[in-house]
Structure formats: structure tokens, C-alpha cells
């Protein structure tokens, strides 16, 4: 309020005025703004009337602003996972359904017909389950993994591909919540490829042409400046020195020739020959060549560089009696890359030019390898066969992986004529490969020794192999031989060179052709060459032995049917196995994918259990975020918005403190120095 001051002794009419107006404008004032406040509702109108509050208030609106789109992503996370949840539900039914079928086909209860009839609703089970996984809210794919826009799975020549990646789609569902909202195809259906992994360590040998970051020497490349010191000693007291920025090298040539070109710059008399030619490499280590009589060069780094100890040249003295860096770990041994060549691979690895047929499904491929081409030419050319198989470089850097991607399909690597594939490491059925994978993971089944009722032990013997000319044999297979293929390549050999008598004329072996064991008999006998089971054992049928290719003629063959196709250990796999199975009449083939059944209602409860506990996991955090929520707009109302009753009770006094200013001023302001005249 405006106070007078006390030294006034008079008081003009235009000064009291003054005084009435700066009062009544100040009342006025309170008035508008306490009237502003009751109508809006906040007490805040602008940051100034209150600099401390408005930022707190500022502080808060940004917490509730993510509050509430965090609110938004939780509930449609929710309601995602409660989607996939149900479809995974679904999915369950349909598989425990499908079980329940391959059950009921066992035995003399069913025929033919009736698996027939049944083999077409495991195809409507197949396509049904398709749709599920393609299933969608707002268009997010709940089977996807990270790639949510476009439908995970798709049909591919008969088969299922999946072309979804990753393990799901992540959201900002808070700081404490680090899992996806939609599930990976692998997750709820099971491996979605399968691979023959390459046994074979290709060597990929260093070559000026190798890329830097294809190098894996003692040290990284990229973890220092990039940077060294060649110190050049022709015996002077003080030897020169050149620092040599390599931070631009791609290629190993890129090296080579910056050290060349810096030393021949510093001291022209240090290497002889001409530029460029000094510096090379060799096996897996970088070579200096060429360097004059009474010259040592050093290659080194500093306090905090480790670039030439990734070159594997540093502290040591190269001289013309030295050209290459002995003593501790200096090898580079390159990964195998895209850009190597094959005729770039040591002659350890043995790689033989020809060609490789691929088959997946009912569809066949091949592809010419020679010397020029790269890894990365084969791969495209495999792409390009479009048999949904996939050529990768394995994680390890030193193999080939060829990949089905394929459900519902088998895939073989072949031979045609030759041993590409095998010099490769990745023909699908070679002496190498373990039995264990045979039957789509069954292996082979044997008949071990056992006790008759005499108390003698009988050789479990598994299999006969009768010659055209009468000669016969028995095979008894042992743990110790089945191990991979050459095991039982090398025990059916033995059977026939041990028999009394020896057997004469016959060995079994792995063509350089189609994949399968080949039994050849040379006897030239009028007979047929057999294969008889034994004392119940499923060995002979387990190695395609049973059900081979016959061929008459000298040699006489039998060629098995290849039991180590790679198969993608999928539920629509199992399902399409299921189908096929009914429809031709095969008991056992039913029995083995009712078994793979049972693992995909695990898989698929495994699945549903991750979802729900996600969505439990969600409507925990949106409890916490209403809480939340409500504390900040509590704390934000206290500070922004009216007190209406305060604001009420305030109004109500600035009216009649305005009342009483107006009336008094009226009353002051009709006096006149004429009142007090007498």
C-alpha cells in the first residue's frame, strides 16, 4: 500500500488523487487477476508471477508428457503380448490335436484310407498354423522378431520360409524393462534354418590383397592411432627416424607399400631393386625383402600404439640376412572373407575345382567353383539357384556354412564327378559326418551283445550283405562304429576281410557322386547283391542300406538312400512330416513325428509361459506408472493451481477493501478549502 509521507504538512487535491488512484488500481489489479485464477483454474498465469513454480511445473509437464507416452506403449504392449498369447494358446491346441491324430494312427486300428483322410486335415493344420504366425495387430507381427512389418513366414515352392530376424520388437517401456513385445519365429516354432557347418579349416592364407580388417594378428589394428616409427641404422650414431601414418590402409598392400615408399623417401640407399618390390608378404607374415648390406630397419610403436605389433613386425631387426619377424605370436592368419579367392587357399586345404549340386525339397542346383572365384561369388551363385539354401561364412572365420532355410524340405550337398565340396568341408554326407545327425537326429539304432539262456554271450549282429557269388558276411555294429561314416565304412570293411573266409570282391565306400553309402561287389557272380536285417536291428534300414539304389553289372552297387539330409527341426516341419507320413502308409515315419510333437508342445508352452510372464511383468510397470503419475500431477496441482477457497476468501476482501477506498476517496475528494471558511 502507499504510504504518506510524514513530512507532508499540506496535502493538494492532485497529490490525494494521486494516492486514490495508485489504490484503487492496485485492488483493481488483484481483483482481475484473482478473477483470472478462479475462472482458469491455475494460479500460475505466467512464469513471473511465480519463476520458482513455473519451473517445477515445467519440470513436471515433461515427466508426464513421457509418463503418458510410456503409458501408451505399455498398453499396447500389453495388449500385444496378450494377442500372442492367445495365439500361442491356439497353436498349442493344434499341435496336442495333430499329436492325439499321429496316436490314433498307430496299429491295426487305422489303414490306409483312413491315414489318407487324416493326412488332410494335418495339411489344414499346416496352413492354419501359417496364418497364425502371420498374424498382426496394427501392424506389428507378433512372430516378426525385430522385423515387424511385413508377415514373418512365407511359402516357398511348397515348403515355409521364415524371413522374419531377430529375437523381437523393442519399445521404451521403461528404464527396468528390457525385454521385446513380439517373440522370434525360433521361439515359438523352433529352429527356423539348418546347417551343414563346414569341418574344414579353409586356412585363408595372407595376401596383399587381404583386408585390414580381415587380419587377426597379435593386436588390433584399429585400437591405436594407426601409426609407427621406422627406425632406419646404417650403423651412424644416430639412426634416422620416419613415423608412418597408416590410419587410410585398407588392403595389406596399403601397408606394404606406405612402409616402402617412407623408407625409400628417408633414405633412398636402404632397400635396393626399385619401387616397389621390397616389401611382401609370405605364409602369414609380412616379409622386407631387399635391404642393403650394413642396414637394420626397425619397425616400432609408441607409449600407446600397437600398430605394428598387429602387423606382428614390431621390435624386430630386419637386415638382409632377416626378412622375416621371428620370436612370439606374429603370424596374421586372416579370417576367410567374401573377397577370398579359392585358389588363394593353402595347399593344405586341397581345394579341388568342379562342381556342387544342391538339392532342397524336390528342386536340384548346381554351381561351378574354380580357382578365380571368391567366396562371395559362390555365395550369390548359390542365392541364385533360389532352393532356399544359404552359403555364410561361419562365426570362427575359417569354415563354410550352407544353410536350409527351408521348413518342410530336406537339403543335401552333393558331389558331381569330383571332390569340390569335400575339399570344401561341406558336402552333407562325408566321412566326416557324425552318425548322430542320420534320421534327422535319431542316428542309428544297434543290437549290442547280449546273454542267451546258457549264460553265453551271442554277437548282436545287425545286418548280412550276400554277394552275387554266394559269399556272405555279417556286420555287427558297435558304439565305437558308429561314430561318423568312415567309422562304419571302415567296420563293414573289416566284417568282409576278417570273415572266415575272407571275403573276396567287395568294399563299401562314398562315391564321388550322389550322397549315400555305395556297397560294391566286383565278384561278377549270377546272383543279387542283398541286404538282410539280423536279430531285429534297424542298422541297415537306419543307413539307407534298405531302401538303396540297385545297380546289376560289374561292379554290382547298391547305393543307400542318403539318412543325413539336413532338416529344419521346426513345428511346421514336424507337422508337414506328419502330413507325409499318413498319406504314404509309413507307421514308423508317423511313430517319429508324433515323438517330435511332444517337443514342440514343450516349445510352444515355453513360448505362451515367456509371453505371460511379459504381460505380468507390463501390468506391474503400468501400476507403478499410474502411482507415479499421480504423485507428479498431485505435486504439480499444489503448485499450479488455485486454492479456490483461499482465492474465494481473498476476492471477498479485495471487494470490500475496494468499496472502502472508493467511498473515502468520494468523501475526501467533495471537500474544499471552502468547508472550513467560517
Known amino acids: ?327 612370439g605370436d606374429r603370424d596374421l592368419n586372416p579370417r576367410l572373407s567374401e573377397f577370398t579367392t579359392f585358389g588363394s587357399l593353402p595347399p593344405s ?41 544359404r552359403v555364410e561364412l561361419d562365426d570362427s572365420g575359417d569354415s563354410i556354412n550352407v544353410i536350409n532355410e527351408v521348413s518342410g524340405f530336406r537339403m543335401t550337398v552333393e558331389e558331381l564327378g569330383g571332390l569340390t565340396a569335400t575339399s570344401l568341408g561341406i558336402r552333407s554326407l562325408q566321412g566326416t559326418t557324425p552318425i548322430s545327425v542320420f534320421n534327422d537326429g535319431r542316428g542309428v539304432e544297434i543290437v549290442e551283445d547280449y546273454v542267451d539262456h546258457t549264460g553265453a554271450t551271442v554277437t548282436g549282429f545287425d545286418f548280412r550283405i550276400t554277394l552275387t557269388d554266394g559269399q556272405f558276411f555279417d556286420v555287427d555294429l558297435r558304439q565305437e562304429d558308429i561314430v561318423n561314416v568312415q567309422t562304419v565304412l571302415d567296420r563293414i570293411n573289416d566284417a568282409a576281410a576278417t570273415n572266415v573266409p575272407p571275403v573276396a570282391g567287395f568294399n563299401a565306400v562314398l562315391t564321388q557322386n550322389e550322397n549315400g553309402i555305395q556297397l560294391r561287389d566286383t565278384t561278377g557272380g549270377g546272383g543279387t547283391l542283398t541286404v538282410e536285417q539280423l536279430n531285429g536291428s534297424f542298422a541297415a534300414d537306419d543307413l539307407g542300406l534298405m531302401s538303396g539304389t540297385y545297380t546289376g553289372g560289374v561292379p554290382t552297387t547298391i547305393l543307400a538312400e542318403d539318412r543325413a539330409t539336413v532338416r529344419v527341426d521346426s513345428v511346421f516341419s514336424d507337422l508337414i512330416d506328419l502330413r507325409d507320413a499318413l498319406a504314404s502308409d509309413d507307421q514308423s515315419g508317423i511313430t517319429f513325428a508324433g515323438e517330435r510333437l511332444e517337443d514342440d508342445v514343450d516349445l510352444l508352452a515355453s513360448a505362451r509361459a515367456a509371453a505371460g510372464s511379459r504381460a505380468s511383468r507390463l501390468d506391474a510397470a503400468t501400476r507403478r506408472l499410474e502411482d507415479s503419475v499421480l504423485l507428479d500431477e498431485t505435486v504439480r496441482s499444489r503448485i499450479r493451481d488455485t486454492d479456490y477457497v483461499s482465492a474465494a476468501s481473498e476476492f471477498s476482501l479485495l471487494q470490500v477493501q475496494l468499496q472502502a477506498g472508493l467511498q473515502s476517496a468520494a468523501q475526501i475528494q467533495s471537500l474544499s478549502l471552502l468547508d472550513f471558511l467560517g
Not at 522374419?164 to 520388437?169: H, W
Not at 608378404?281 to 600398430?307: N, Q
Not at 586341397?350 to 544342391?358: A, L, N, S
Not at 528342386?363 to 555365395?379: A, I, K, S, W, Y
Open 349 to 389: 586345404v586341397g581345394f579341388v575345382p568342379g562342381t556342387i549340386q544342391f538339392t532342397n525339397g524336390d528342386r536340384t542346383g548346381t554351381v561351378d567353383l574354380d580357382v578365380n572365384m571368391t567366396v562371395g561369388e559362390f555365395r550369390d551363385a548359390v542365392a541364385r539357384l533360389n532352393l532356399g539354401v
Open 1 to 327: 500500500m502507499t504510504s504518506i509521507p510524514p513530512t507532508i504538512a499540506r496535502v493538494p487535491n492532485q497529490l490525494s488523487a494521486a494516492f486514490v488512484r495508485a489504490n484503487v488500481g492496485r485492488t483493481n489489479l488483484g481483483l482481475l487477476t484473482l478473477q483470472n485464477q478462479l475462472s482458469s483454474g491455475l494460479r500460475i498465469q505466467r512464469p513471473s508471477e511465480d519463476p520458482v513454480g513455473a519451473s517445477l511445473v515445467s519440470v513436471i509437464d515433461d515427466r508426464l508428457d513421457v509418463a503418458g507416452q510410456r503409458f501408451r506403449n505399455l498398453q499396447h504392449g500389453t495388449s500385444v503380448l496378450n494377442a500372442l498369447d492367445d495365439r500361442l494358446g491356439q497353436a498349442n491346441d493344434m499341435i496336442l490335436e495333430a499329436k492325439a491324430i499321429a496316436s490314433s494312427q498307430i496299429g491295426a486300428t487305422s489303414d490306409a484310407e483312413t491315414r489318407l483322410a487324416e493326412s488332410y486335415v494335418i495339411d489344414s493344420m499346416v496352413n492354419e498354423l501359417f496364418s497364425m504366425a502371420n498374424g498382426s495387430m496394427a501392424g506389428v507381427h507378433y512372430f516378426g522378431g525385430g522385423r515387424t512389418v511385413n508377415p514373418p513366414f512365407e511359402t516357398f515352392n511348397g515348403g515355409i520360409r521364415y524371413v522374419g530376424s531377430g529375437n523381437g520388437l523393442y519399445t521404451d517401456l521403461g528404464a527396468d524393462i528390457d525385454f521385446p513385445i513380439t517373440l522370434g519365429g525360433e521361439q515359438a516354432f523352433g529352429a527356423l534354418s539348418a546347417r551343414v557347418e563346414g569341418d574344414k579349416d579353409l586356412d585363408a592364407a595372407l595376401r596383399l590383397e587381404t583386408r585390414i580388417e580381415d587380419l587377426r594378428g597379435p593386436a588390433d589394428f584399429y585400437s591405436s592411432d594407426g601409426s609407427l616409427t621406422v627406425v632406419i641404422d646404417n650403423g651412424a650414431p644416430d639412426p634416422l627416424r620416419v613415423t608412418v601414418d597408416l590410419r587410410d590402409a585398407t588392403t595389406v598392400e596399403d601397408v606394404t607399400l606406405a612402409l616402402e615408399a617412407a623408407i625409400r623417401e628417408a633414405d633412398p640407399a636402404a632397400l635396393g631393386g626399385t619401387y616397389p618390390n621390397a616389401i611382401g608378404v609370405t605364409t602369414d607374415r609380412i616379409e622386407v625383402t631387399s635391404i642393403s648390406g650394413g642396414y637394420t630397419i626397425r619397425f616400432e610403436d609408441g607409449p600407446a600404439g600397437a600398430t605394428a605389433k598387429a602387423l606382428g613386425i614390431d621390435n624386430f631387426d630386419f637386415n638382409s640376412g632377416s626378412p622375416i619377424a621371428t620370436g
